[in-house]
């Protein structure tokens, strides 16, 4: 049997056929266009899974579903998306609409839940606690508990980019200030590389960001890496607040697991190994068996996946 | 039938025979003179147990188990106290050196863990998710979901006194800086009152503070109360410090409620009032049912109440 996922994201919808062990078989997309009508966007995506559908030739008698990873806070149970910033929607039948064009059972969730979900059914070893945390425009993620998403009690859960790393500190886009997301997240980076780079003059930053034509989340690190000092610092600090937020999350949920997506995490183990020597100190289990921190694997894939296994947990 | 729980602090060690529904029969405590051989110690527990079991005249075949919440790290399966700085303790074998007092079954976990289930136990309203925040000379607490202790991967779940509140901040006990409970302890809040009263001579804290013999967790509030703006001041950044934890700990388990006890807790409304404006105005839901932030009920009893409900989960 088979299952469809659909990732919906601000920019593009992507979208696979995937088997039960969470393999890809056949994927595509195409543009989001997320200023028109939702209507409109409903349509294509079931166009994309109707093609998806032809291209595989997979009868449909063995598709058991399509999953939907959407942005914004949803409703589990009646497929409804309640509100969404990134693409607007406000109280929209997601599920239902969806239905009208292609009639399986459609199971949608929010897509940072299916992430995890994709990144655990494909990495996660069977961890009983599994988190995967993105960092990208913003820091996101979401908690696996014995191969289940983890809701809280009014599916709301989990936000582990909006818990507070600096009490007071810089202003968060949700609202409050000080959160990890706004120290954590690729465009922080961006900003506490651009302001070293305005301290410091003559750093090889420069060059970098004009050879790669911007300033970007690797431009610190790839600077840091040939022995520039500014950049170091940037790298340094970035760091820390990475790992002083894991530290909140391993103190909270001990995971088996602790799986770092999104664009920084591509530096690997140059990353990777400070975090973990920082956990490692910083950590307040000093007794018990420690998180495994590791990079995500699947990059874009993983809300695919995540959103066709919806109907298996 | 019924379970005996025992709660051993630092100070005392409290038993009570409980029901079946969590409510405590019979109760009683002995110093614990925790510097003594530990040995001795579990065999004034099962003195007292068995105290407890002549006192309310039940007979022992209608007992199911004693629970034992024990400070520190445990192995739930072995029964062992893997390491405890509270009570000096290391790889003792607790439930196995219990039985051979008193032959019964023997579950044991982590006070914390215990005082949790135990709030649950009675006032939990079979929340999905529930929180217990002890505010005393740490910041403590444990999380219940679906009616049982929730543990992460190891057991060593979880410590919320030890998320980080800012990031390279005060140093806390566990090592690491910027601790939650190095702002939102009574110990925290001592010293912030302590400092303040350092910055303002003429302060009725001063007053008060002669009056109870000391600086205690409530000085600064009962000076707030009476129009003191030093103290109000302290209260003010106390009640940001507390509330920043919680909307972290909302953000990432969104519990259905989370309790507040510990010796501030008493403060009743006056805080919690507080606590619910910032938590309301600062959690990242907005369109989600909202966890419910209430006072913990029931003080020193959740500890025994909890550790007699081990054997039911």
Not at 198 to 218: F, R, T
Request: net charge negative.
């Amino acid at each position: 049997m088979y299952n469809i996922g659909i990732d919906l994201g601000g920019t593009n919808i992507a979208a696979g056929m995937v088997d039960e062990t969470g393999k890809i078989l056949i994927k595509g997309s195409m543009p989001t266009n997320r200023e028109r009508p939702t209507d409109e966007i409903v349509s294509d995506m079931a166009l994309l899974a109707k093609k998806l559908i032809d291209d595989s030739a997979i009868d449909i008698s063995s598709i058991c579903s399509v999953g939907i990873g959407c942005p914004g806070t949803v409703n589990l149970e009646t497929g409804e998306i309640i509100y969404s910033n990134n693409i607007p929607m406000e109280h929209y039948q997601m599920a239902n609409k969806f239905k009208e064009h292609l009639d399986l059972p459609v199971r949608i969730d929010n897509d940072a839940n299916c992430a995890a979900l994709g990144e655990y059914t494909v990495n996660g070893n069977n961890s009983s606690v599994f988190v995967l945390i993105t960092l990208g425009t913003g820091v996101g993620g979401g908690v696996i508990m014995n191969g289940k998403i983890f809701h809280g009690f009014n599916g709301a859960a989990s936000e582990p980019g909006h818990i507070t790393l600096i009490s007071g500190g810089k202003q968060c886009t949700c609202g409050k200030k000080g959160c990890w997301e706004a120290y954590a997240s690729a465009t922080a980076l961006i900003s506490q590389t651009e302001e070293a780079m305005a301290l410091n003059k003559n750093s090889i930053m420069y060059d970098i960001a004009k050879c790669e034509g911007k300033v970007s989340g690797q431009t610190a690190f790839e600077a840091a890496k040939r022995g520039d000092s500014a950049a170091e610092q940037v790298v340094k600090n970035y760091i820390r607040y990475l790992a002083d937020g894991i530290v909140s999350i391993e103190n909270v949920f001990q995971p088996e697991i602790i799986a770092i997506g999104g664009g920084i995490s591509k530096e690997g183990d140059y990353l990777l190994k400070s975090v973990r020597e920082y956990t490692s100190d910083n950590g307040f289990n000093k007794y018990m068996k420690k998180t495994n921190i590791v990079a995500a694997k699947l990059f874009n894939d993983a809300g695919i996946i995540g959103a066709a296994m919806l109907s298996k947990i």
